[in-house]
């Protein structure tokens, strides 16, 4: 168990715009920042990050919370992971407890096959630097590559014995069941005719590159073979997992991504060698696909960072036509692409390792071509004088540029592909036409046939009725949350009959603090907020700035479920999303903050009362409707809360019809 004291240091220290920064690029936005929500795939960010209230919200997905909740939700980190994580972030040293055998056993399976991991890339990485055969077969490996004790160490690489089951056995005896080593496919489980099984490690006489999730997380390996032997593969990958997912993944995102944000632009190789090596050249902006084809998943996690990417790769036929189906899928998400491919013979791994840095980011500099200039080039060499094949050549450039969603982008591509193609900006207006709509008339005939799927409905039942009630208690909870203990003067008001027998309402100032006022006030209405949601944040709110002198919103979302957590935080990002004259048009009137906040909890509070009068007085007139005889009584109890709404919208300065 980690220490309160430990907890309590982290929440103090960890800044939520600095620890989210490392995931996604953000903005500044006013007072706060924003970028794309790391949970869906959006090209307009709606993800909002306050270092005021050090609380995140995701508009998308509707998640939201505090700089932990954002770790668990992102990175599936359990909460003791979270506080780690920010621990080793932060260099604050973790004070726990020994767990017992009984805490252990509790561990989820996520979180069983995690220590797994983060057990073999040790393992790994202590057989290459301290056994004999470690150091004669996988470090000379790597330093005949160039890499240097540091770089080799910083990636976490390292060297299987070739035993058929040197780790396994090793794993076993350390106490990891060999279910998860099995569910990570470090172990290879083979059934016998007896019922008895064999076991033997996936990595044998491998070297070994551990793959990193953004968080740095050991989520599998890729080992490479050092033998001649035919019959086993080169490189070997872990298979898919639970934590897993070569689609879902970039080698070096972890190492790369303050660099990618930092220099808003993104270089994308192939291998964990190129990757390692340009590392260590001086260029860590870099990431690879894993020797996978490229992925949307993939793309949209660089996207997270930054909206640059330029890919780098070996002149062969074979990358080159690779990298232009991964081109079309980068101008897809929306992104710039540049294309950079290297001289015969070289690739980024031996260019990175025969050139310093300044060389190496000069022939980028010098070579990057936007993807429009690279794809005609390359495609009118080959298609040289038959004009079929030129024919053909216009489409599939005019096929990529119809994917960019951004129109102002795709004229200027026309333009610059009727440039280099020599021929008529018309004729690819056309083209592009062609391909627009019957992409148009495909998603249109898609949509018409999920529709048959589901019962029409009518648009009058489609209009979305605004929940006064709802919204009005959603403010009272964000009074709290915002101002609960700050103390303010009051103008109360107290109904009172005049000299002439009307009722009329009397200004008393009292001083107190906001969430003293709100209790009171809805105390003396007898006022029960109606959604349980709300009800429970608020006795767990007016409980707690009673109990605490300096209340800390980051604290009390550290005492709630996650559940909860994202429900405050999206109360408490709302504003971000809608400003407050809006609600105006809901029929609720709050004042803007600017008016004062003893303003705007007592028109709050008046808001609401007038709410529930024009309830009752709705629910009095139906009594009146159903009842034939008898309604004398009724009438001037309907007369009086008339009378009483007028003199609190009177207070309001709002005229009634």
């Given at each position: 168990?980690i ?7 982290v929440?103090?220290?960890?800044r ?10 953000l903005?500044k936005s006013?007072?706060?920042f ?5 949970f869906?795939?959006e090209?307009?960010p709606?993800?909002?990050v306050?270092p005021?209230?050090?609380?995140w919200?995701?508009f998308s997905?509707?998640k939201?919370?505090?700089v932990?909740a ?10 003791p992971e979270a506080?780690?994580y920010l621990?080793?972030k932060y260099?604050i040293?973790?004070?726990?407890t020994?767990?017992?055998d009984?805490?252990k056993?509790?561990a ?15 393992y790994?990485s202590e057989?290459?630097?301290e056994s ?5 077969i996988g470090l000379t490996y790597?330093k ?10 910083k ?10 089951d040197?780790?396994t056995?090793?794993?076993l ?6 279910e998860y080593?099995e ?5 290879i489980?083979k059934?016998?005719?007896l019922?008895?099984s064999?076991?033997?490690?996936r ?8 793959i ?6 050991v989520?599998g390996?890729?080992?490479r073979i050092?033998t001649?032997?035919?019959k ?6 872990s298979?898919?997992s639970d934590i ?10 972890y190492f790369a991504?303050?660099a990618?944000?930092k220099e808003?632009?993104c ?23 894993s ?5 949307p998943?993939?793309i949209?996690l660089?996207?997270?960072?930054t ?6 790769f070996?002149?062969d ?10 081109i079309?899928?980068?101008?897809e ?7 950079c491919s290297?001289?015969?013979g070289?690739?980024p791994?031996s ?22 200039q ?5 495609l009118?060499?080959?298609a040289?004088n038959?004009p079929?094949?030129?024919a ?6 005019v096929n990529s ?7 102002i982008?795709k ?7 009727a440039?280099?193609?020599q021929i008529s900006?018309?004729v690819?207006?056309?083209?592009l ?5 019957k992409e148009?008339y495909d998603?249109?005939k898609?949509q018409k046939q999920e ?5 029409v ?8 009725k605004?929940?006064i009630q709802?919204?009005?208690?959603r403010?009272?909870i964000?009074l709290?949350?915002l ?6 003067e009051?103008?109360d ?7 002439e ?5 009397e200004p ?12 009171l ?6 006022i029960e ?8 944040i608020?006795?767990?709110l007016?409980a707690t ?5 300096a209340f800390s919103?980051?604290?009390f ?10 429900e405050?935080s999206?109360i408490?990002?709302?504003e971000?999303?809608?400003v407050l004259?809006?609600w105006?048009r ?6 803007n ?9 007592g028109e709050?509070i ?5 709410n529930l009068?024009k ?9 009146t409707q159903?009842r034939a ?5 009724v009438?001037?109890e309907?007369?009086n809360y ?6 609190l ?9």
């Open positions: 168990m220490s309160k004291t430990t907890i309590d240091q929440y103090e220290t960890a939520v715009e600095e620890v989210i920064g490392d995931f996604v690029q903005k006013g007072s706060n924003k970028g794309l929500s790391p869906s795939d090209r307009t709606s993800f909002m306050s005021v209230k050090q609380i919200k995701d997905s509707g939201g919370g505090n932990v954002f770790l668990m939700e992102h990175e599936h980190f359990s909460y506080i780690k621990a080793k260099n040293e973790v004070e726990e020994e767990q017992t009984e805490q056993e509790q989820n399976e996520r979180e069983s096959m995690y220590l797994v991991s983060e057990y073999a890339q040790k790994f057989i290459l630097w004999e055969q470690g150091k004669a790597f005949e590559r160039g890499f240097s004790d540091e770089t080799i160490k990636f976490g690489l390292g060297y299987n014995i070739n035993q058929w040197a780790f056995q090793t794993a005896d350390k106490g990891y069941k060999l080593l569910k990570t496919g470090l172990t489980v059934e016998q005719e019922g008895e064999k076991k033997f490690d990595f044998k006489g491998r070297v070994i590159f551990p990193h999730s953004m968080s740095g997380r989520l390996f890729g080992g050092l001649n032997d035919k086993a593969a080169k490189y070997l990958n298979p898919e897993y997912h070569k689609s879902k993944v970039l080698y070096g995102i991504k303050q990618i944000a808003d632009n270089y994308l190789v192939e291998g964990y060698t190129d990757v390692i090596q340009m590392y260590q050249r001086g260029i860590h902006n870099v990431v690879a696909s020797g996978t084809a490229l992925t998943e993939q949209r660089i996207n997270r960072l909206n640059n990417i330029t890919v780098l070996d002149g036929a074979a990358g080159l036509r690779a990298s232009l189906r991964g079309d899928l980068i101008l998400q929306g992104m710039n692409v540049k294309v290297f001289p015969e070289d690739d791994d260019f990175a390792r025969n050139n310093d840095f300044e060389e190496v980011m000069q022939y980028f500099a010098d070579n990057s071509k936007d993807f429009i690279f794809k005609t080039s390359l009118v060499k080959e040289s038959d079929i094949k030129r053909d050549t216009v489409r599939d450039i540029i119809a994917k960019i969603p951004d129109r982008k004229e200027i591509y026309i333009q610059e592909c440039k280099i193609m900006e018309e690819l207006y056309n083209t036409a062609q391909i627009d709509k148009y998603s249109t898609k529709q048959k799927a589901f019962e409905v009518k648009n009058d039942q489609l209009v979305e605004v929940d709802f919204e009005l208690e403010k009272i964000e709290l949350l101002y609960g203990d700050k103390e303010q009051f103008e008001l107290v109904l009172k009959e005049n000299d027998g009307n009722l009329v309402l008393e100032v009292i001083v107190a603090k906001v969430y003293e006022k709100i209790y006030d809805l105390q003396e209405d007898e907020l109606s959604n349980e949601n709300f009800k429970n608020y006795y767990r007016i700035l009673n109990e605490t002198e919103i980051n604290t979302l550290n005492s709630l479920d996650q559940g909860t957590v994202s405050v999206s408490l990002m709302e971000e999303k809608y004259h809006d105006e809901k029929d609720i009137y709050p004042k903050k600017q008016m004062g906040i003893a303003q705007l909890v709050t008046l808001t609401l009362r007038c009068i309830s009752r007085i709705h629910q009095l007139q139906k009594e159903d005889e008898g309604n004398q009584e009438l001037e309907i007369l008339l009378q009483l709404n007028k003199l919208n009177a207070k309001l300065n709002r005229v009634l019809s």
